[in-house]
């Protein structure tokens, strides 16, 4: 099946400090993918969408200044936590969504980031 | 705010005993999906249903979809502990909006 790798699979800051998430399609290309965020006993919420080559779209509330992502290749997105703070900590999940010919509604979720900010 | 309401939210039973998880949601999906999660692991896939009545069974997992679709169930025959787990419903409209999730946990 699709298999979708996040990396790292946690990490640890300090606050102010800008985290990186890289979140790949191992073997599939990837026209769309999608971030999540996730505390803890919670669920998975929608915070941008994003389209290979074009500028993603954010949800409402989730600031797109802070939350920088590139999806400059049909296999990689990535998602940057700027200036990130303790409440950004929290658990972070990408899922990606093939190319035309696969079903529209079937998404390939990676295994998580664990993000903790000091 | 979430479009897709779970119950229970939490359940605990016994190894053996069945178990039901209920989805509902005010507004219609083309398509509805079931996950389980495993903490610190993302969600993996159960089913998709699409079809208004539509039941799906995976081993001793059975899913409904509401004629409306609306709603979903997931029942689970003869729980085992290995069943334990997040469970999260998802509806497809243009994009994936989860429910809250049902934290299942079966006592050996």
């Known amino acids: 099946g699709a298999v979708v790798s996040q990396h790292p699979s946690w990490v640890i800051c300090k606050s102010g400090t800008s985290v990186k998430i890289e979140c790949r399609s191992l073997?599939?290309?990837?026209?769309?993918m999608f971030w999540y965020r996730q505390f803890p006993k919670q669920s998975l919420m929608l915070m941008a969408t994003?389209?290979?080559?074009?500028?993603?779209?954010?949800e409402q509330g989730v600031e797109k200044d802070k939350f920088l992502i590139n999806h400059a290749s049909l296999t990689l997105s990535t998602l940057t936590v700027t200036s990130a703070h303790p409440e950004d900590s929290s658990f972070y999940i990408c899922?990606?969504?093939?190319?035309?010919?696969?079903?529209?509604?079937?998404?390939?979720f990676g295994p998580g980031t664990r993000l903790t900010v000091l | 705010t979430q479009l897709l309401e779970q119950s229970p939210q939490f359940l605990s039973i016994q190894e053996g005993e069945n178990l039901t998880v209920y989805c509902n949601s005010s507004?219609?999906?083309?398509?509805l999906q079931w996950y389980r999660q495993e903490p610190g692991e993302g969600p993996v896939l159960l089913v998709t249903?699409?079809?208004?009545?539509e039941v799906k069974k995976l081993k001793r997992l059975t899913f409904q979809f509401g004629d409306a679709r609306k709603d979903s169930s997931l029942h689970i025959t003869a729980a085992q502990p290995g069943d334990t787990g997040l469970y999260l419903c998802?509806?497809?409209?243009?994009?994936?909006?989860f429910g809250a999730g049902t934290t299942v946990t079966v006592r050996a």
């Open positions: 899922s990606a969504r093939g190319t035309s010919g696969s079903r529209t509604d079937t998404q390939y």
């Open positions: 073997d599939f290309q990837a026209t769309t």
């Open positions: 994003s389209n290979e080559g074009s500028k993603a779209t954010y």
């Open positions: 507004s219609v999906f083309s398509s």
């Open positions: 249903v699409v079809t208004g009545g």
């Open positions: 998802a509806g497809y409209d243009y994009k994936l909006s």
